[in-house]
């Protein structure tokens, strides 16, 4: 979720002031954060990973930290896999930013409105009001195209799933049927899928509510970590103007940015790493494989998570509380280059194309 706080002018300028329209906004917005997303792709996919990679492994065994998982990936997928699911994912960044950003600024000017009605000034919990309600907005709206991301982004290729079942230090082999080693082509059979393809299959099999999933987790983490983000990034660089003697400049607001993405790190990992596994999951382990019930005994995949709720404690429960903090590296580093770029080139656009705009409107003046 790229922050909407990087610079001054995201919160200080609605969009009527510099002559866009809200649906016009809507579309900068979503191409600035979609181009973010092309060049942060392979970060996301690595953080997706190491979140749903625990799903997978058995019970006990440490997950792989960031550098690990990307070799692997590079060795046994090939640099292509980096840009598993991008489709999707660039169609979310688009829906969820395009909206997000936009509404920000809608819903900022509209209690800067009421705010200069009563004469009064709310400060950073404006900030933190539109934020919240602006990240609403866009994650009700895009939660389908994060459940097809998650979805392509989690799947392991059929060579390195022998390597996912087969954990040389604990000694765990894959699980065999009948003496026969266990397919990894099974659970591997959704690699590959098209995004039209991901998304016939989950209507087919699950329906509507198949594209819901997470969504009771992904709302409090967007609404929560915006509240948290635009406060920390306010607050920081506060900080940094008025006791440290800092110049309002780029330096500034890039600093109290990397406050602002830490914090939101800790605070929205956990959210992220539920969501990620709710959204994922098609179904138990032993259904993913073909296996006889029990066949995956001691995996995580066998336990199939019925809520937020459940994920938590059963991931608490088997692989420990500090899980709930894994792809914390991976969520920080993925984030903040994405919010650096979107807010960077969103202002642009913006500006370019308010001073076209502006200069086609006085073109058609009468002379």
């Known amino acids: 979720m790229p922050a909407v706080t990087g610079s001054s002018s995201s919160s200080s300028s609605p969009t009527d002031a510099v002559g866009v329209s809200f ?50 990936i590079l060795r046994n997928e090939g640099p292509n896999a980096f840009y598993k699911g991008a489709w999707s994912f660039l169609s979310y960044q688009f829906a969820f930013n395009g909206v997000r950003l936009a509404s920000f600024d809608f819903f900022y000017a509209q209690i800067r409105a009421l705010r200069a009605a009563n004469e009064s000034d709310g400060g950073v919990l404006d900030r933190m009001a539109a934020g919240m ?20 982004q989690a799947v392991y290729s059929v060579d390195e799933l022998p390597n996912v079942f087969e954990n ?28 039209g393809t991901e998304l016939r299959e989950i209507l087919r099999g699950e329906g509507v509510p198949g594209l819901l999933r997470g969504a009771s987790v992904a709302v409090p983490r967007v609404m929560i970590g915006s509240g948290v983000q635009l406060t920390v990034y306010g607050t920081a660089k506060e900080y940094l103007t008025q006791k440290m003697g800092m110049k309002d400049d780029h330096v500034s607001q890039g600093v109290a940015s990397v406050v602002a993405i830490s914090v939101l790190t800790l605070v929205s990992t956990p959210f992220d790493l539920v969501m990620s596994r709710l959204q994922r999951q098609r179904g138990a382990l032993s259904d993913v494989l073909k296996l006889p019930q029990g066949a995956a005994e001691g995996f995580q995949g066998t336990h199939h998570y019925s809520s937020a709720v459940d994920c938590v404690q059963k991931v608490v429960r088997h692989e420990g509380v500090l ?26 656009l913006k500006k370019r194309y308010a001073d076209s705009k502006a200069e086609r409107q006085r073109e058609e003046l009468p002379r």
């Open 23 to 72: 649906g016009e906004n809507v579309i900068l917005g979503g191409c600035a954060a979609s181009f973010a997303g092309l060049l942060t792709n392979p970060l996301e996919v690595i953080k997706t990973r190491i979140q749903t990679r625990g799903v997978v492994q058995p019970v006990g065994v440490r997950p792989e930290g960031y550098l690990s998982v990307a070799s692997s």
């Open 323 to 348: 899980t709930l903090w894994s792809g914390a590296t991976a969520f920080f580093m993925r984030f903040l280059p994405h919010a650096s770029i979107t807010l960077v080139v969103w202002e642009g």
């Open 168 to 195: 040389k230090s604990s000694g765990r082999k894959p699980m065999a049927v009948g003496g026969a080693p266990a397919a990894p082509a099974a659970a591997a059979a959704s690699a590959g899928k098209s995004m």
């Open 133 to 152: 309600m602006a990240g609403i907005c866009g994650s009700v709206l895009a939660n389908p195209l994060a459940v097809i991301k998650n979805r392509q």
